[in-house]
């Protein structure tokens, strides 16, 4: 084909542009024009992240942000309790005021039955809550993750085998299966932990597992293979990556699941053994006096409901956040 | 010896209705620093055939059944994966249709570009990203190295596409695949990043295995053309046999379907009759047939080979290079002008 067929071709498409005598197009055809409208704006403009994006998102959800910012408090008490609760008021274990008084300028809470302070107790409570709510949604985390991406990447067999196994957990009860481990592994804080950790993981698997699907159809993972990557490059660096938001949002709301379950389990006495104080624990100690002695009931009551709510408007917010489609 | 020999190749699809032949039997050889383009409509086996040179298919349920593959004397079917890999992206790199999708939104540019100078020649972080912002600045981006760290959602769709030929060029390969890199682009766009392909081209020196349905970008790009329909080739020859001397009734059907205005002022398309055949169920005889207005008794019942018309252009049609063909055309074209 000779060159004027080339511009004869070119000019019925309309792509005839300023040319040098060679017949390429010239320099400034490239770089200005309408190939790069605004290009100036562009780089003035501040650079954003995803999660900067998200960020700022978050920021404007209001209900998000009192969840954070509560949920920072009540981490911030449980980690300083030992520094300020002892100075002020007594050792959550310390029994020597007269019993069950009732809420006063020395101890804000009241005391219990057998003359402990109460407002001492919901502030070291808290450390048992947080500590199973962070633990052991990261064992459910660890194990969801690895079985839902290898589920969600190699399908197949492996896929069948791992979500079958999830259905079969999701088959019993939830809170007789959690009591049951517990009958096996024994009370105690520790073994709280691992049983809601372990019967945590099916429902990541699966949401990582659909997360997975649907990222793995897109372009830029065939981009990633055809440029050389392997199969573990592709999932952790490709994958990964753009597949973890609904799961920080489910991990998150799973916090306070998980912080239910252990008040819950400490309600029936097979969590926190006594005298170390726990929400639930605490309820369980006051069912009897809850006509005489409110207050033993309302506040730790009060700390489970809060701190339960914060971290599902916590997640709720982040699953706005996010959510790519609701961009402004 | 060519760059990369593909003889025979069939690559077929496991599906619950039947055996989709989405390759069968093409064969081509690609010389150093050429263009090649493969022309055909969607379903034609375009892409299959380049997603089978770099061992992309997926298996299962696609399997390349036959042929060879042959990159400067080494048979790509026959690599280990671990050599496959080391293959991708250095060797062979391929860019893709839609430039939305194709770049990791997790990812600055800069990053995405270096990544396969990192996995390909060991590069350390700083170096790929020094790399990168060269790259980005020879693609005709603007103000590169503060460009290399935007995300893709702050690049336009032309600049996305400019930064898909960076990256598979990064490396230097020999040979770039591009699956219709301008069909997702407007059209102005279109003829930048042909530009920029044809300039970068003769910079380099990298041969180009161009996948398109635009016959358009064919006769700017390229030295060959092999015309695909039903995963067969149909007609293979250089740009200018295949443009102007055009022998399978099907080459015809695509060049008349297009808007030419140095030809017909009239300003009637003839587009092709009927819809491409089911590749599971392929009509016996020529595949071609059913939508072929010369067909005779022969194309229904045997398939034609491909057959060597004029020395380099070869065809598959019973009738390629016989008068009776050309005639039946000439008449036909009186026909529809009048």
């Known amino acids: 084909m000779t060159r004027e067929d080339k511009k004869l071709h070119d000019v019925q498409s309309g792509m005839e542009g300023p040319r040098d005598a060679g017949g390429h197009p010239t320099k400034d055809e490239r770089v200005v024009g309408p190939i790069l409208p605004g290009a100036g704006e562009v780089a003035a403009r501040p650079a954003r992240t995803l999660w900067g994006d998200a960020f700022t998102r978050l920021r404007k959800n209001k209900l998000a942000i009192i969840g954070l910012v509560w949920v920072t408090i009540v981490i911030a008490l449980a980690l300083s309790a030992d520094l300020w609760v002892p100075r002020f008021f007594a050792e959550p274990t310390f029994t020597g005021f007269g019993s069950l008084e009732a809420p006063s300028a020395q101890h804000p809470f009241g005391t219990d039955r057998i003359g402990r302070d109460v407002f001492s107790r919901v502030v070291y409570g808290s450390r048992p809550s947080l500590s199973v709510g962070v633990l052991a949604v990261s064992i459910s985390l660890a194990l969801g993750l690895i079985l839902g991406a290898l589920s969600g990447y190699y399908g197949g067999v492996l896929d069948a085998f791992i979500m079958r196994t999830a259905d079969v957990f999701f088959a019993f009860p939830y809170m007789l299966f959690t009591i049951a481990l517990l009958a096996v592994l024994g009370p105690g804080l520790q073994n709280v932990f691992i049983a809601i950790g372990i019967l945590g993981w099916p429902s990541i698997a699966r949401v990582f597992r659909s997360s997975i699907l649907s990222v793995k159809e897109n372009e830029y993972v065939d981009a990633a293979r055809a440029m050389g990557a392997s199969d573990l490059r592709i999932m952790f660096r490709h994958i990964m990556p753009n597949a973890i938001a609904p799961i920080i949002v489910y991990g998150t709301m799973s916090i306070g699941g998980a912080i239910i379950t252990e008040a819950a389990l400490s309600y029936l006495g097979m969590g926190v053994q006594a005298p170390t104080p726990s929400w639930g624990s605490m309820l369980s100690e006051a069912k009897a006096l809850m006509i005489p002695a409110p207050w033993l009931t309302i506040w730790p009551g ?10 599902v408007l ?5 699953r706005d956040a ?5 961009k402004d | 010896m060519a760059l990369l020999e593909v003889s025979d190749l069939k690559t077929q699809f496991t599906t619950r209705d039947g055996v989709v032949r989405a390759v069968d039997g093409v064969s081509f050889a690609l010389e150093e620093g050429h263009t090649l383009a493969i022309v055909g409509e969607s379903g034609s086996g375009k892409s299959v055939t380049a997603l089978s040179i770099m061992r992309l298919i997926p298996d ?8 060879k593959v042959v990159l400067r004397g080494e048979s790509v079917l026959d690599m280990s994966d671990a050599d496959v890999r080391a293959m991708r992206g250095d060797r062979i790199a391929m860019i893709f249709q839609d430039p939305m999708t194709s770049l990791n939104p997790v990812f600055r540019v800069g990053f995405q570009i270096g990544e396969a100078l990192r996995i390909h020649k060991g590069m350390s972080r700083k170096e790929a990203d020094a790399r990168a912002v060269e790259m980005l600045d020879l693609v005709g981006i603007p103000n590169a190295p503060h460009r290399a760290k935007d ?14 030929i960076a990256m598979a060029l990064a490396c230097d390969p020999d040979i770039l695949i591009a699956d219709e890199p301008t069909t997702a682009l407007d059209v102005t766009i279109q003829a930048q990043i042909l530009e920029l392909m044809i300039e970068l081209q003769q ?21 060959d053309v092999m015309v695909m329909y039903a995963g067969k080739q149909v007609e293979y020859g250089s740009a200018d046999a295949v443009f102007y001397s055009p022998q399978h009734p099907y080459t015809w059907g695509l060049l008349d379907s297009l808007p030419r205005h140095d030809i017909d002022e009239k300003g009637t398309l003839l587009p092709i009759e009927g819809q491409p055949p089911s590749l599971i169920d392929v009509p016996p005889g020529c595949a071609f047939h059913p939508r072929c207005p010369y067909a005779q008794a022969v194309c229904r019942e045997t398939c034609p080979e491909l057959r060597e018309i004029e020395p ?13 063909l050309v005639r039946g055309r000439v008449a036909t074209a009186e026909g529809e002008v009048r």
């Open chain 2, 151 to 164: 995300y893709p959602h702050q690049f336009s769709g032309g600049m996305r596409q400019r930064a898909m």
């Open chain 1, 314 to 318: 916590m997640g709720d917010g982040m």
């Open chain 2, 60 to 67: 299962p349920p696609g399997k390349i059944a036959a042929g």
């Open chain 1, 302 to 311: 009060f700390a489970i409901l809060t701190t339960v709510l914060a971290f």
């Open chain 1, 322 to 326: 996010l959510d790519v489609k609701m």
């Open chain 2, 203 to 223: 910079r380099k020196g990298t041969a180009i295995i161009m996948i398109t349905h635009d016959l358009g970008v064919v006769a700017d790009m390229a030295d």
């Open chain 2, 312 to 324: 380099g252009h070869m065809a598959a049609c019973h009738f390629a290079g016989t008068d009776s």
